[in-house]
């Protein structure tokens, strides 16, 4: 999911055991029980179909739990120190890069975007650092954005930020060093953005240190607005940070300075690798004393963070559900801890509706997934409800069966539910005579894969994206495919293998996106647009790259008004899944829990993850 969600980049991680020799999306991270996997394995390739009536009875329905809908945002115990237990490590912790839903959690603690969602909303972003609302030329190709005076930064850096901070930090993204994954497809619109590579842009103005004026080079001002919720208009400093953006990859997030209420431990020389941040093991994120409150929505409660990082989430969940002061923050939890938290823990689960959608990527630029009849039978083949079991079945998931998640505008007109009607999307619990079907189609009469070869599938450690690519390489090798089965810790999964072009990796069985903002494009455009396939951080992760769906896209980028751009983006999900672009299986209602003695909120906009600025302690 952003992702995650999100989305998705070199990681911190990585670049941190590079340099001592020792990563979207808004991408959302990859044991059920063993009878449920031996249930889930042997329905693969059931003749039987289930309606969407059935398994898919209500996308937002959560049975009564707490939810970011309904959570209290105000009167939470100012103090005290949170313990989170995180089963990964981080992808990105520089504001330029992140592009992963942990990740998004210390970064929009950390830093201050110009625009931000409050946890309870997705679609009403609220002035950041931004004093006000854009002001949007008639004409859809200027934007003009005025800045609160009072914002510091958090030491060694001191200052007040000014719109040069946030002129720098728009245009580092576009530096190969930094290499932000997403600058293309929402920052490239800026004049000269198109060909930048972390120079001045033409398109940025700069009126005064208070004021940024941006001039787009096509008709995409209110889209490009809504963008300016992502990290990278979080605002950093030229003069301290360009000696880190010299490095190929850039090391400033091991030196990164806050402007939030929180900021990585550092020490008085700004480093945070060693004193804040040891990866692999913790990450502290303590108050930032230059943080003005009167210029911020945030109410910061808590006085530190300490995030513990490894272990398997199965036991460090049960370990929050019986603890204090603690939660997790994981891309998924494991259903049998869902289960466990229903039958006793209620009070501490929240369920966020609307938490994005995961799907198995098949890569269509190179044999034998370029075959598209071939893709179509291993949908056809997959048993989807199976996949959702092993993430908590229909209080925790709906079976999907398009792009468009609930909750993203354009959903209902692509179906809703149900979805497009073809036949492989039909069978929600598989159908072999339909994968046969395609099988034949493709050039395999005998209704099973015969060439040869050895097809790569590298999955996610921990549940419940271990039980999903157990169920789909089970599915791959019924269908006849030699297959080559890895499994991997998640964020090493997105960043060395299904982000990378070049690995050639066939099958990633449970890749996570989640909306950046309320607009389809941003479900869609980055995830199967062919001129978004970059070399490393991509998130095209089947480099679906079809020429009639690319123009289809490129058209509906200059929509305007919501109703319409629905409409658009509608029609392009159809045709995703009549090319069987990727296979969705799962929309998410995400499960979270807490210790008893938190007050946790949740970010309706990031799957659900706990939020670090709202939430307290009791």
């Not at 398997?312 to 370990?319: F, I, P, S, Y």
């Not at 908590?392 to 149900?418: I, Q, R």
């Not at 929509?559 to 629905?566: D, H, L, T």
Request: net charge negative.
């Amino acid at each position: 999911m952003r992702a995650s969600k999100k989305r998705p980049h070199r990681a911190i991680i990585n670049e941190v055991r590079r340099q001592i020799s020792m990563r979207s999306i808004r991408t959302v991270a990859f044991s059920v029980m063993t009878c449920v996997l031996a249930l889930a394995l042997s329905a693969c390739g059931s003749s039987s179909s289930s309606s969407s009536s059935s398994a898919n009875s209500n996308p937002l329905s959560s049975s009564g739990f707490p939810s970011p809908l309904n959570q209290s945002l105000t009167g939470g115990k100012k103090g005290g120190r949170l313990e989170v237990l995180d089963e990964t490590d981080f992808e990105h912790l520089d504001s330029g890069i992140a592009y992963y839903s942990l990740d998004y959690e210390v970064v929009f603690a950390t830093q201050r975007p110009l625009y931000s969602n409050k946890p309870n909303t997705a679609t009403e972003a609220s002035p950041d650092m931004a004093a006000a609302p854009p002001e949007i030329s008639p004409d859809q190709k200027t934007v003009k954005v005025k800045l609160k005076e009072g914002i510091h930064y958090s030491p060694p850096v001191n200052r007040e930020v000014t719109s040069e901070d946030v002129a720098y930090a728009i245009e580092r993204g576009a530096n190969p060093n930094v290499a932000n994954p997403y600058f293309k497809s929402y920052y490239g619109v800026i004049e000269g953005g198109a060909t930048a590579t972390g120079g001045p842009l033409k398109g940025i103005e700069l009126p005064n240190k208070h004021e940024i004026v941006f001039h787009l080079s096509e008709p995409k001002a209110t889209y490009f607005a809504s963008a300016l919720v992502m990290p990278l208009s979080a605002a950093v400093p030229k003069e301290y940070a360009e000696k880190f953006d010299k490095n190929k990859p850039s090391n400033y997030a091991a030196h990164q300075v806050a402007t939030g209420p929180y900021m990585y431990k550092n020490d008085k020389n700004g480093n945070v690798l060693g004193v804040g941040y040891f990866p692999g093991k913790s990450l502290t994120l303590v108050r930032n004393p230059n943080w003005n409150a009167a210029t911020d929505f945030r109410p910061a409660y808590l006085d530190e963070i300490f995030i513990h990082i490894g272990g398997k989430n199965t036991v460090l969940d049960r370990q929050v559900l019986e603890g204090n002061d603690v939660v997790n923050n994981e891309p998924a939890t494991p259903q049998s801890i869902l289960k466990l938290a229903v039958q006793q823990y209620k009070g501490q689960l929240e369920v966020s509706p609307g938490a994005g959608a995961h799907y198995i990527s098949l890569n269509s630029h190179t044999a034998p997934f370029k075959n598209e009849d071939l893709r179509k039978a291993v949908w056809a083949a997959m048993d989807r409800t199976a996949l959702d079991k092993a993430r908590g079945g229909s209080d925790f998931t709906n079976v999907a069966t398009h792009f468009l998640y609930p909750t993203t505008p354009g959903f209902e007109e692509s179906g809703g539910l149900a979805g497009p009607k073809f036949d492989f999307n039909e069978h929600l619990e598989g159908s072999t005579a339909v994968a046969e079907k395609y099988m034949k189609l493709a050039g395999y009469p005998s209704g099973k894969y015969t060439g040869g070869g050895t097809i790569t599938v590298v999955g996610a450690t921990g549940s419940p994206s271990e039980e999903d690519a157990e169920i789909v390489n089970q599915t791959l090798k019924n269908l006849g495919f030699n297959t080559k089965f890895t499994l991997v810790e998640s964020s090493i999964a997105y960043s060395k293998y299904c982000n990378v072009p070049k690995e050639e990796i066939n099958v990633c069985p449970s890749v996570g996106w989640i909306n950046d903002f309320a607009d389809p494009q941003t479900t869609l455009n980055i995830t199967f647009n062919g001129k978004f396939i970059e070399p490393t951080g991509n998130v095209n992760w089947s480099q679906f790259n079809n020429p009639e769906v690319n123009k289809a896209m490129t058209e509906a980028e200059l929509v305007q008004g919501k109703a319409q751009r629905a409409a658009a983006w509608a029609k392009i999900d159809e045709k995703l899944v009549e090319h069987a672009a990727a296979v969705p299986f799962d929309w998410d209602k995400q499960g979270m829990v807490e210790g008893k003695g938190v007050q946790g909120v949740g970010d309706l906009w990031d799957v659900g993850e706990w939020d670090y600025s709202w939430t307290s302690l009791k």
